[in-house]
C-alpha cells in the first residue's frame, strides 16, 4: 500500500490568485496522478506527472494554467493558476503501486475561490 | 473512447440489507477494474481492485464481481450498517490508456439505523 498527504488539506482563495498543492508519498514512484473532482461530480485527471520529464496533461488542461513539479519520486506540487469560482473543487493526487498497480489516493485538499 | 457507468446513482437502504452496486464499461480491454468508496469531502479509499483474469474479489463483508465480455462489475455488501454510508467508485485502467483511470459517476448510499 502506499501512504500520501496532501496539504493544505483545504484552501478558501481569491479570484485571480494561485494556490500550490504539495503532494507526498510514503515510497518512491514513478508516475503521480493529479485529478479534479467538481462539487457533484466524479474524478477527472488532470496529468500526469513524471520525475525528470515534464507532465502529460489531458485534454481540457493546460500547463500554463496547472503548473506541475515532481522534482523528486516520494513529491510533486501541483498548481492552480490564476483561479476563478470556477476552479472550486477537491484536488487528489494518486500513485499507483504494487505488481497490481492498485491506485492509491490522498486525502485530497479542497479549494474554494470566491 | 471507454465510458464507465454507475446505476443507480443514489441508493438508500435499512440497516442489515445487502448492497448492490452497479458498474458498466463500454470498453472490454482493460488491465483491472478497482472500487473506491469517498466520505463527504475526503480522498478515495481503495476497497478492491479485481484483474482482467479474475471473475471475484472479497474483503471481508465486500465482493466485487468482474464480467469483462458483458462490460460489468458489481459490488456487493453484506448486512449494510450505517458506517457503509458513503460515495462509491469504480474505475477501470483501460489497456490504451497506460496507468490513467476512467471513473464512474459514482453511487451515493444511505444506510438508515
Known amino acids: 500500500s502506499a501512504v500520501i498527504s496532501q496539504k493544505p488539506s483545504r484552501d478558501i482563495c481569491q479570484r485571480g490568485t494561485s494556490l500550490t498543492i504539495q503532494c507526498q508519498v510514503d515510497?518512491?514512484?514513478?508516475?503521480m496522478f493529479w485529478y479534479r473532482q467538481q462539487p457533484g461530480q466524479s474524478l477527472t485527471l488532470i496529468a500526469t506527472?513524471?520525475?525528470?520529464?515534464?507532465?502529460?496533461?489531458e485534454s481540457g488542461f493546460v500547463i500554463d494554467k496547472f503548473p506541475i513539479s515532481r522534482p523528486n519520486l516520494t513529491f510533486s506540487t501541483l498548481t492552480v493558476s490564476n483561479m476563478s469560482p470556477e476552479d472550486s473543487s477537491i484536488y487528489l493526487c494518486?500513485?499507483?503501486?504494487?505488481?497490481?498497480?492498485?491506485?492509491?489516493f490522498g486525502p485530497g485538499t479542497r479549494l474554494t475561490v470566491l | 473512447k471507454q465510458e464507465v457507468t454507475q446505476i443507480p446513482a443514489a441508493l438508500s437502504v435499512p440497516e442489515g440489507e445487502n448492497l448492490v452496486l452497479n458498474c458498466s464499461f463500454t470498453d472490454s480491454a482493460i488491465y483491472n477494474l478497482q472500487w473506491f468508496r469517498q466520505d463527504p469531502g475526503k480522498g478515495l479509499t481503495s476497497l478492491l481492485l479485481?484483474?482482467?483474469?479474475?471473475r471475484e474479489q472479497t474483503s471481508g463483508r465486500l465482493n466485487a464481481s468482474l464480467d469483462k465480455s458483458s462490460g460489468r462489475s458489481t459490488l456487493y455488501i453484506a448486512a449494510s450498517q450505517p458506517g457503509d454510508s458513503a460515495t462509491y467508485l469504480c474505475a477501470v485502467r483501460p489497456v490504451a490508456a497506460g496507468n490513467k483511470l476512467t471513473f464512474g459517476g459514482g453511487t451515493r448510499v444511505l444506510v438508515k439505523p
Open positions: 479485481i484483474q482482467s483474469s479474475q
Open positions: 515510497s518512491q514512484v514513478t508516475m
Open positions: 494518486s500513485v499507483g503501486v504494487g505488481g497490481t498497480d492498485t491506485q492509491y
Open positions: 506527472a513524471n520525475q525528470g520529464s515534464e507532465a502529460t496533461y
